[in-house]
């Protein structure tokens, strides 16, 4: 097995029942670095181009409003990179399957997982599928600066007219 990253969220639900620590406790067990954290708002921008590849679905809408923390009055996730031999198929293997109730009850969304009256997965844990996907989601949710290791080439730019909110 050849090392790589994976994107990790654990979703609204998850921060809301104050799951965290089970859900981190559970994913030590693949011995993976964790080399990027974030807890962020997830704006409805971000949501529509993390699903961009489920925006035909039916469930998109319900989708949306999951991660975006409008199912819950929880605007907040904990996006996590992490790395190591195996890091794709060990998280998911450790995630368990999309549907709580098909996934191993010893899994993180067979354990704390359920799905909703509208059939929404509320399966509170988000994990790569494939280095393609990985790589994309991480460049999507991380800028270079916010994992501690280099992942994929990157490029400094200057602009001089770059806005930023500093500390007062």
């Not at 605007?75 to 794709?88: D, K, S, W």
């Not at 080439?153 to 500390?167: M, Q, Y």
Request: hydrophobic share 40%.
């Amino acid at each position: 097995m050849k090392e790589e990253a994976t994107l990790v969220i654990i979703k609204p639900d998850g921060l809301k029942k104050s799951l965290t620590g089970n859900i981190l406790s559970r994913l030590s067990e693949s011995k993976l670095k964790i080399i990027g954290a974030r807890i962020l708002k997830v704006d409805i921008a971000l949501a529509n181009e993390h699903y961009r590849h489920l925006q035909k679905e039916p469930f998109y809408p319900e989708l949306t409003k999951y991660i975006t923390g409008q199912l819950h009055g929880e605007n907040r996730v904990m996006a996590l990179v992490y790395f190591g031999e195996g890091a794709i198929t060990k998280v998911r293997e450790l995630a368990g399957a999309t549907n709580p109730e098909e996934a191993d009850p010893v899994s993180i969304r067979g354990a704390f997982g359920r799905i909703l009256t509208t059939g929404l997965f509320e399966n509170v844990i988000h994990a790569s599928s494939s280095n393609e996907e990985s790589e994309r989601e991480i460049k999507l949710w991380f800028g270079p600066d916010e994992i501690v290791q280099e992942l994929y080439p990157v490029k400094e730019i200057n602009p001089e007219s770059l806005k930023r909110r500093v500390w007062k």
